[in-house]
């Protein structure tokens, strides 16, 4: 018989249930970004104002959205890569005196808990593999070079076809305690909500740029955050996306 306890997460994270959080106890804020790590190379991307990839209507992006696990072989331009990340977690203002920065998605609280990877497989002037979104610097950090890893990662993601013949899938990664030390119990709510806002924007600019998109929720979560190398849960992957060009 199913297991049905899931509600109990809503139960257990009801206002009435949840403790103090660590802001109210005065503890210091976790920081906004991963740091990159010292020896770690990384690329700047085109700036997002200096992109002109034409206009699409927004109706029109919505109305024709559809999932799609089809691609074609060929690359994305780095150009588009960069307006595909803008659109999810660019970093539009950073307020360094409150600690907080706002992006081009909506997030409780402006906690903005995620990091964005990329395994690339199709991307101009990129060689394949696994890559970080610095948004503050509107920069990729070079993670590993490596023409398997996309594979592995489909492995990771029950062997769906459409990672493996991706230009790019992304890789979202939660980093709880940010919500959380706002948040308490109830951040694990606004963890999954927040993670849709995003995936969502991806679905849109990607139709107005002639791609297409797969969510990807059904992945093997322990051999995602081991390929990853997180440590949950403290950090684990919370959703992914294949991406590439339509037929
Ligand atoms: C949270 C979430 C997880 C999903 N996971 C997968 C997945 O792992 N594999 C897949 O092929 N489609 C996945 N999808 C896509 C859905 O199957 C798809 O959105 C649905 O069938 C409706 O089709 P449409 O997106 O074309 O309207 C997911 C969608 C969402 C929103």
Redesign the pocket.
């Known amino acids: 018989m199913l297991k049905d306890n899931g509600y109990q997460f809503v139960e257990e994270t009801k206002y009435p249930n949840i403790s103090p959080s660590d802001q109210h106890q005065e503890k210091p804020q976790p920081p906004y970004e991963i740091q990159v790590e010292p020896g770690i190379k990384s690329i700047s991307l085109p700036e997002p104002e200096a992109i002109d990839l034409g206009h699409y209507d927004l109706r029109k992006a919505i109305e024709i959205?559809?999932?799609l696990?089809r691609y074609t072989e060929d690359s994305l331009s780095l150009e588009e890569l960069s307006y595909l990340l803008w659109l999810t977690q660019g970093v539009k203002k950073v307020d360094e005196k409150r600690h907080v920065v706002w992006r081009t998605v909506p997030s409780a609280g402006c906690r903005h808990p995620f990091e964005t990877y990329l395994s690339i497989n199709r991307v101009e002037g990129l060689e394949p593999g696994l890559y970080r979104y610095i948004g503050t610097e509107n920069k990729l950090a070079i993670l590993s070079i490596d023409s398997e890893f996309n594979n592995k990662l489909t492995q990771a993601?029950i062997g769906?076809h459409?990672v493996a013949t991706s230009a790019v899938t992304f890789i979202w990664a939660a980093v709880p305690y940010r919500t959380v030390w706002r948040y308490s119990e109830r951040s694990y709510r606004y963890l999954y909500l927040d993670a849709?806002h995003v995936?969502q924007n991806l679905h849109l600019a990607a139709e107005s740029i002639n791609c297409g998109v797969?969510?990807?929720?059904?992945?093997d979560d322990d051999a995602a955050d081991a390929l990853m190398g997180f440590n949950p849960p403290e950090m684990f992957v919370i959703?992914m996306a294949s991406l590439g060009r339509r037929e």
């Open positions: 959205r559809r999932s696990r993601c769906q459409q849709g995936c797969c969510a990807i929720g059904a992945y959703y």
